[in-house]
């Protein structure tokens, strides 16, 4: 299964992403893609750090996302990635090449390496960038693009979708039908 969790910073992604992985089998590991280059950075993956209920098991890798989820589903039956932006952000800045085009493929390539092992769940974290202001820069634009490429692909190939919004989560896909809600 392949679930996409997104929303805009600080909206409670990561958090309802923990919640939706308690949900499948152990053990579960927490794929970070995030590197601490800074003293702030530092404290927020110590802080994400604190967040995880004992027992996860931890993949730290910014750049081989796809190799490294390959490694941790031969370990575990549930992967939570933390995160696809921070992911494009990093391949970006590693290739001054990197553009939409790039964005997708990996994209795909993540997606099929989430669906590479039956039985498996594969939980990803990603920023929604295409709700706020157009970025001032040549290089934010580009990322906006490449993130908001890769995240289109990831929501077509994900089972579910959650949009958060104030620390809600909203599903939006599959939708529910009416006489459900």
Request: proline residues 6%; charged residues 25%.
């Amino acid at each position: 299964m392949l679930i996409l969790v997104t929303g805009g910073s600080r909206s409670g992604k990561s958090s309802h992403a923990l919640v939706l992985a308690g949900r499948h089998a152990a053990p579960r590991t927490y794929l970070a893609t995030a590197q601490a280059l800074d003293d702030e950075m530092r404290q927020r993956i110590a802080a994400h750090r604190r967040s995880r209920p004992p027992g996860w098991g931890l993949v730290e890798e910014p750049v081989l996302v796809p190799r490294a989820l390959a490694a941790a589903l031969a370990e575990a039956p549930t992967v939570l990635l933390d995160c696809v932006t921070i992911w494009m952000s990093n391949l970006l800045l590693a290739d001054g090449s990197f553009d939409e085009g790039a964005a997708e493929a990996r994209a795909e390539e993540l997606a099929r390496c989430a669906r590479s092992v039956p039985g498996t769940t594969v939980i990803l974290v990603t920023n929604e960038v295409g709700s706020g202001v157009v970025p001032e820069t040549p290089l934010g634009r580009r990322f906006r693009d490449c993130a908001g490429r890769a995240n289109e692909v990831l929501a077509r190939e994900a089972d579910e979708v959650y949009f958060m919004v104030s620390g809600i989560p909203l599903r939006i896909k599959p939708q529910r039908s009416e006489a459900n809600d």
